[in-house]
């Protein structure tokens, strides 16, 4: 009999990369607002109701949801207040409902995000023990992570692991869609020099660690970022080259300040696109 996991955020863009690769071996089932299918069920934190059929025979929760936060409005008090409640509110609200069942998990995993970091380390390569930030952003992802561990401190769940989510890399969504925008309008952007590292990663890779973290039980928190860093003209350049468009043979190699996924790498996940050339070969040629 197959393993459940649940999702929340199931309608998200990471969501729908990774139930293809959840559902080969586990039983699936999906928290949303609106359902739709039968493995969807209904939940609302705000009024703090949940379809608790959803919860029947879960040994996995994964834990997406999460309001944008970075999406076009400013961030009012109000706004930090709906993108706290979504991502630790529902965290809590979860856990809550799990401990009125006297139900246990296996693995709780959960999203977090590279806001989390400062970025003024005294190193190049930043692991997941870099400086926390302050503001909003690094105190979000802070809170986040804690709210994750309570399910491990109650006794909720024997496993948790936090996945420090950075910008991803697709077709349909993710920051792909806005570079390739903005060179097509302006193939002089490849030119510009860029010294700063772009913490990106295939949304494949993205979702595989998700999956990764379910199928081994993993503990800790882990940078879902490619291996290889990348500026930002890196980045034009490769979609450039792949277009076909005026560019020059050659740019600088970026050797700047940069995260490193050397955690999850160390737990044996291998990177299906490690380099920025062949995840915009992929995507490109994907689309």
Do not use: C
């Not at 190049?124 to 804690?146: P, Q, T, V, Y």
């Not at 697709?170 to 913490?199: H, R």
Request: glycine share 6%; no cysteine; proline share 3%.
């Amino acid at each position: 009999m197959k393993e459940t996991v649940l999702i929340t955020g199931a309608n998200s863009f990471i969501a729908s990369h990774l139930i293809p690769i959840l559902e080969k071996e586990y039983t699936v089932k999906l928290l949303t607002r609106k359902p739709k299918s039968a493995n969807e069920f209904e939940w609302d934190v705000h009024k703090k109701t949940i379809d608790t059929n959803a919860l029947d025979d879960v040994n996995y929760i994964v834990h997406l949801a999460g309001s944008k936060l970075n999406d076009g409005t400013p961030l009012t008090a109000e706004r930090q207040a709906l993108v706290y409640e979504s991502r630790i509110g529902t965290a809590n609200f979860l856990r809550d409902e799990l401990k009125k069942r006297n139900q246990t998990l296996k693995a709780f995993v959960s999203a977090s995000a590279i806001g989390y970091y400062s970025f003024q380390d005294n190193t190049l390569e930043i692991d997941e023990n870099g400086e926390k930030g302050s503001g909003f952003a690094a105190d979000l992802s802070d809170d986040w992570e804690k709210a994750a561990d309570l399910f491990k401190i109650d006794n909720v769940a024997a496993h948790v692991s936090k996945i420090r989510v950075s910008l991803v890399l697709g077709t349909n969504d993710g920051i792909l869609p806005m570079y390739e925008n903005i060179l097509k309008s302006n193939p002089q952007a490849v030119f510009q020099p860029n010294d700063s590292a772009v913490a990106w990663n295939h949304v494949e890779d993205m979702a595989g660690i998700f999956a990764f973290a379910v199928q081994n039980q993993l503990d800790g928190v882990y940078n879902s970022v490619a291996p290889k860093a990348a500026s930002q003209q890196d980045i034009y350049k490769a979609i450039s080259d792949e277009l076909n468009l005026n560019s020059p043979q050659t740019i600088q190699a970026f050797r700047g300040q940069h995260l490193v996924s050397k955690s999850i790498q160390g737990k044996g996940f291998v990177f299906k696109f490690p380099e920025i050339q062949g995840a915009i070969h992929n995507l490109l040629q994907n689309q």
